[in-house]
Structure formats: C-alpha cells, structure tokens
C-alpha cells in the first residue's frame, strides 16, 4: 500500500519550472530512489514533500491525506522528516542539544519504546563520544551521523534522505550506506536521493530517474542499475 503517493508535481522558482509533471509512490517499508544528474530537479521534489516549497500544481499524498498545502511543522508532525541535503545540523549547538531537538519533533508520536537519546549514541558510537562539542566541530561524516540519528529520534513515518553521501570521502559513504542498508533491514519506509546513483539502485526497492524535471526511467533499482541507457547516463558507462 502506498504511503506517499506524489501524482502531477510541478514546483517553479519564478518563471523558471524546475519539476515538471512528476509522479510516482512510496510503499510502505520500501527504499525508494530518485536519481539523475545536477539539477534535474530531486531535491525540490524532496523540499516540496516536506513543506519547505510550495508545489505551483499537483498533490502530494500521505497516509490516505492531502498534504500539498500544509505547513512543514505539520508534515513533520505526520511523520515524514528529512534528512536535509548539507546535513543542516546545528553547528553552535552541542551534540546532545542536536539530538534532544530530534526527540522534540516526535511530539504525540513519540511512543513507550521509541528510540532515546542514550540508544542512538549506542547506534552510533561516535556521538556518544563527541555527546558535550559542538556539532560544528564534527567532521563530515560524523555530522551526517547525527542528521540521521536526529532524523530517526523523530520516529518518523517516512524517513526522506537528500543527498546523504554528499561531500564524504569513499570510506564514509561506505560507512552511510551500511547505516541506510541496516534501515532497510529494520523495515523503514525511506525516500533516498542521492548523487552516487550505482549505490543508491542496488539498494532500492524501486528508484526513478529524473532528467530535466521529469521522470524519464523508472524500475526496481535492479532493473535500473543494469540498463545500458541509465549506466551511460548516470552511472559512468558502467
């Protein structure tokens, strides 16, 4: 049963109409990659689902609800929460004090049972460790650890990840798949788009390829990972 279902999405920056038509959904407990070159329009897509944009046509689905028009704080409050392209952690703000905001988000969600603070330092040893700095201080990857671990003190529904390997040298991608493989394995419903195409598809259930702000492909990540077209286009000719 789809969870998100997205049908005829178009979003524009003043005249310039950077989605254009796209639809396509979200089962629950699926991985669900959108891919495709710079600029053809993913992370509008993403920042449209979660409020951060307004769609200029179409509707966007949750949970059986029209929420195309409503305000991100009440998308989060439904339970669809991001992974922000960037990490969009809070730098001044200590480890801890990042993470507590995550637990906050959760709000009447939040059940007896859900992850705690303690349990994602557990997950991720490292920000147990770095717990009292400031996030700022942490490397790269490190941040992108605690923008999930945040993410998921939210309980969300619907875990959206833009660009979650961006900027992380090879040995930290390696390590922020495993993170988003061992999600997949928990049953999470997860929206992932990402730069390292290869990746992402032999992760998915089902993945899209977007060009120019439309859908031009769409499969199982199998099915996408070996299509001569898609490994010309996105995957280096692989």
């Known amino acids: ?76 409050a439904a339970g669809i929460v991001q992974v922000a ?26 059940h007896e049972g859900g992850p705690t603070i303690a349990t994602m330092m557990e997950r991720f040893p490292i920000l147990g460790q770095r717990s009292g700095l400031p996030a700022g201080q942490l490397s790269g990857g490190e941040q992108q650890m605690l923008a999930i671990a945040r993410a998921l003190l939210a309980q969300p529904r619907l875990l959206l990840m833009d660009e979650p390997s961006m900027g992380l040298a090879p040995l930290l991608v390696k390590q922020v ?21 290869l990746k992402a598809l032999k992760l998915a259930d089902y993945a899209y390829v977007l060009e120019r702000g439309r859908v031009a492909l769409s499969g199982t990540g199998a099915e996408l990972a070996g299509n001569q077209d898609v490994a010309r286009a996105y995957l280096g000719g692989l």
């Open 177 to 197: 798949f495993a993170i988003i493989a061992a999600l997949k394995a928990e049953g999470r419903t997860i929206l992932l788009v990402e730069q390292n195409a």
């Open 1 to 76: 049963m789809a969870l998100l279902e997205v049908n005829d999405l178009a979003v524009s920056y003043g005249q310039i109409e950077a989605v254009k038509g796209v639809s396509f959904s979200v089962d629950e407990g699926q991985v669900v990659a959108i891919v495709g070159a710079n600029g053809a329009g993913k992370t509008t897509i993403m920042n449209t689902i979660s409020g951060l944009l307004r769609a200029r046509r179409g509707q966007i689905s949750f949970a059986g609800q029209d929420i195309t028009h409503w305000p991100t704080h009440r998308i989060v």
């Open 85 to 110: 392209e960037g990490r969009a952690i809070l730098a001044n703000m200590s480890v801890a004090e990042n993470l507590a905001l995550g637990l906050a988000a959760a709000g009447s969600r939040r």
